[in-house]
Structure formats: structure tokens, C-alpha cells
């Protein structure tokens, strides 16, 4: 007995059977329903919940630039509060919920306002290491001394001199122990004024300097 041909049709030379997944997709993109995809429903959805979480990373100034509604702005101020694993898993969800209903301009601005964090992040950390670099080479060579001039002719020639003498005066003799422990020696109060004058020419903040804290306590 032969088989009962299947119904359906044909799309670009492909069969394609009825009521099957691939002729349920293509008769919604017909109908351009919403649901076309469900893929593309859960991708998004997921993608709009990742970027709830990463708004509670967001500085407050950025935060507030955003525009997001008052109801939204709670729920992310007490998932913040919430410590207890679940119940910071069940309000994010709420968090996603609350996304999904944004403006699609709203969003956009919350992700411009987290890529101006991460790039603002990027340029400190290159700001803090070309600082860092500029410092150990004025110490360690006397010839650096002109091209940082030649580049940034504002600075007080006296003042930069004298933190470099005082600089190289203060450092600590290699302790093999110590080096040998992974213990790093105390630098003297000059170094790290050094560093910050170095920051101040290059544009960077004049202090509070991360990678110079970490050296106080010995003055």
C-alpha cells in the first residue's frame, strides 16, 4: 500500500511539509507577527536582562543620565540590597521584566552610558600606566629629563629636579629577602610626589592614585 503523499508546498525548490516547525516559522514571518522567532524572543530578552545587570555597575552620574522610569530605578536599588542569592536571582528577573517594557531610545542610552564607563575605565588605566612609566624613567635616566621637558614645557623645572634627586636619595637598598618573599619596598614620600606631578602634566587626576596608596604609611 503506498504511502499517503504528504501536503505542503514548495519554497526556492525545497518541500516544505505542513504544520511542520519550518512552516510554522515561515507562515508567522508572513503574518509578521512578533513571534517569528522565538529564538530571537529569548536572545533578546536575555539580552535585556544582562544589560539590567550590568546598570548596577553604572556611576551614579551616568545612572542618573540615563532617564530610566522611577519603578525600574527601585527594583535595581534593592537588588542591590538583596545578598541572599536567591532572592537577588528572583529580583533580576524583575529587573528583566521591567527592561523589556523600556523605549527602545532608553536602552540605547543605557548602553552608551555603560560603554562611556568602560572606555572612560580604559583610558585611566592608560593614563595610570604612561604616569607610572614616565616616573621610573625620569628616576633611572638622566636624559629623560629633556624630552619630558620638550613635551610639557609648563612644568616647574626646579621643583621636577629636586623630587628626582629626593627620589633617588630615598630608595632602598635591594633586600634579596624581601624580593625573594615577593615584598615589595616602601618608596619615600618624593616618589610618590613625583608620580603625582607626572599625573597632574599627562592630564590625570592629582590624587588618590590607586597604584600610589598602596606605598603609604612609611612617613
Given at each position: 500500500m503506498?504511502?499517503?503523499?504528504?501536503?505542503?508546498?514548495?519554497v526556492?525548490g525545497?518541500?516544505?511539509?505542513?504544520?511542520s516547525?519550518?512552516?510554522?516559522?515561515?507562515?508567522?514571518?508572513?503574518?509578521?507577527?512578533?513571534?517569528?522567532?522565538?529564538?530571537?524572543?529569548?536572545?533578546?530578552s536575555?539580552?535585556?536582562?544582562?544589560?539590567?545587570?550590568?546598570?548596577?555597575?553604572?556611576?551614579t552620574?551616568?545612572?542618573?543620565?540615563?532617564?530610566?522610569?522611577?519603578?525600574?530605578?527601585?527594583?535595581?536599588?534593592?537588588?542591590?540590597?538583596?545578598?541572599?542569592?536567591?532572592g537577588?536571582?528572583?529580583?533580576?528577573?524583575?529587573?528583566?521584566?521591567?527592561?523589556?517594557?523600556?523605549?527602545?531610545?532608553?536602552?540605547?542610552?543605557?548602553?552608551?552610558?555603560?560603554?562611556?564607563?568602560?572606555?572612560?575605565?580604559?583610558?585611566?588605566?592608560?593614563?595610570?600606566?604612561?604616569?607610572?612609566?614616565?616616573?621610573?624613567?625620569?628616576i633611572?635616566?638622566?636624559?629623560?629629563?629633556?624630552p619630558?621637558?620638550?613635551?610639557?614645557?609648563?612644568?616647574?623645572?626646579?621643583?621636577?629636579?629636586?623630587?628626582?634627586?629626593?627620589?633617588?636619595?630615598?630608595?632602598?637598598?635591594?633586600?634579596?629577602?624581601?624580593?625573594?618573599?615577593?615584598?615589595?619596598?616602601?618608596?619615600?614620600?618624593?616618589?610618590?610626589?613625583?608620580?603625582?606631578?607626572?599625573?597632574?602634566?599627562?592630564?590625570?587626576?592629582?590624587?588618590?592614585?590607586?597604584?600610589?596608596?598602596?606605598?603609604?604609611?612609611d612617613?
Open positions: 503506498s504511502r499517503k503523499p504528504k501536503k505542503g508546498y514548495f526556492k525545497h518541500f516544505v511539509a505542513e504544520g516547525e519550518l512552516d510554522l516559522q515561515l507562515k508567522a514571518e508572513l503574518k509578521g507577527t512578533p513571534d517569528a522567532s522565538r529564538t530571537d524572543l529569548k536572545r533578546e536575555d539580552a535585556l536582562q544582562d544589560l539590567g545587570k550590568e546598570l548596577l555597575t553604572l556611576r552620574d551616568l545612572f542618573d543620565k540615563v532617564g530610566l522610569p522611577d519603578k525600574l530605578v527601585d527594583a535595581l536599588a534593592e537588588a542591590k540590597r538583596i545578598t541572599n542569592f536567591e537577588k536571582r528572583r529580583q533580576m528577573q524583575y529587573v528583566g521584566k521591567l527592561m523589556r517594557k523600556l523605549e527602545p531610545s532608553v536602552v540605547e542610552a543605557a548602553r552608551q552610558a555603560l560603554e562611556e564607563q568602560h572606555k572612560g575605565s580604559a583610558d585611566d588605566k592608560l593614563a595610570l600606566h604612561l604616569a607610572e612609566h614616565w616616573r621610573d624613567r625620569l633611572a635616566d638622566d636624559e629623560a629629563l629633556a619630558w621637558m620638550a613635551e610639557h614645557p609648563d612644568t616647574d623645572t626646579q621643583q621636577l629636579r629636586a623630587l628626582i634627586r629626593q627620589a633617588r636619595k630615598d630608595a632602598p637598598p635591594a633586600d634579596k629577602a624581601a624580593v625573594s618573599q615577593g615584598l615589595a619596598p616602601r618608596k619615600g614620600r618624593a616618589y610618590r610626589e613625583l608620580f603625582q606631578l607626572v599625573r597632574e602634566h599627562l592630564g590625570g587626576a592629582p590624587a588618590g592614585d590607586e597604584e600610589e596608596e598602596e606605598d603609604d604609611g612617613d
